[in-house]
DNA sequence: GCAGTATACTTAACATGTTAAATTAATTCA
DNA sequence: TGAATTAATTTAACATGTTAAGTATACTGC
């Protein structure tokens, strides 16, 4: 038994708070993923990087945060980790030299071929749970959202 | 000018990333919310507790976790803070000496009393940008998705 | 061609997220 | 009842989030 005492309601409840009701649906969604992720030895950050990077032959750090919504001190720390395990290779960008671009190495490769198959498995068990339809739907509405409010902090 | 390169896709692409696009819709409603709490002088996770709290004349911290979903560990710094701020006081539980409970000074109900409407006029905001009818249907798609897929790390 | 400004990235400092382990108190059941 | 187990909270350790400041390079306009 907790210990809890009502008392009367103000405000919205946290039914209606959309940070909490988006937190809420993400870490469902999540608690899915990290458990595989950790079996490949990668935190979501990291494998979101990976998955930028294997998109791509050469990217530079600004379009990376960019691509995989991480801010930069953020980036920098991941990259750091990524280089060390030497799954990503680092370069200095010749046209300007305040760039750096990064490649995924053949072990990089190598770790996104390994986790993007679970992770599809994954991906479709949540479409066969919650329903392909309303799942678009919900891309429809958050996409939408995003592209409506924007992100205040954009440059 | 950005160096970044292309190579053939493969996986799904970050716009189908649900994680991604739930972080996406989240930071575009914070980044509104978060300066206006920074003014008051309060982190998101904060103000979540504060909410949680303002509910309840007293709540034990299993069940403040619960309710401003944060994870034991973040709640324990985060109660430290509040203390220390005189915005939340603690006392032991007597029918069980493991637990505290924990209720808003009047110093911190004055804090739940200034930030509440200026919450409350950033979500009018949104609601008139984004559409009041869109954004129910929103909150409805992901309380479903949550209620569908749940939390896999719930107790 | 250089002073001033802007850009790309990193570092710093502090708050939170995440997992594992530690601590203390309650509960269970042989 | 007392050993074993469970529950509530905290601590530890490391990764990331967030804001501000630092460093080096590029750009701009005079």
Chains 1, 2 share one sequence.
Do not use: C, N
């Not at 595989?36 to 990668?42: A, D, N």
């Not at 979501?44 to 990976?50: A, L, N, Y």
């Not at 990376?64 to 980036?75: C, D, E, H």
């Amino acid at each position: 038994m907790s210990a809890v005492r009502h008392t009367a309601g103000q405000l919205r409840d946290f039914q209606h708070s959309l940070p909490m009701a988006l937190l809420r649906a993400r870490e469902a969604a999540m608690s899915r993923f990290r458990p595989m992720l950790r079996r490949h030895g990668l935190t979501e950050q990291q494998w979101r990087v990976i998955r930028a990077l294997a998109a791509y032959q050469e990217i530079d750090a600004s379009e990376l945060a960019k691509r995989s919504f991480l801010l930069a001190p953020s980036l920098t720390r991941i990259l750091r980790f990524l280089e060390r395990e030497a799954l990503v290779k680092r370069s200095s960008d010749a046209s300007d030299q305040r760039r750096y671009v990064f490649v995924l190495t053949a072990k990089g490769r190598r770790i996104y071929e390994e986790v993007g198959p679970d992770s599809e498995l994954l991906y479709a068990d949540i479409e066969k749970e919650f329903g392909a339809d309303k799942l678009e739907a919900l891309y429809a509405l958050l996409a939408e959202f995003y592209r409506v409010l924007g992100d205040s902090t954009a440059p």
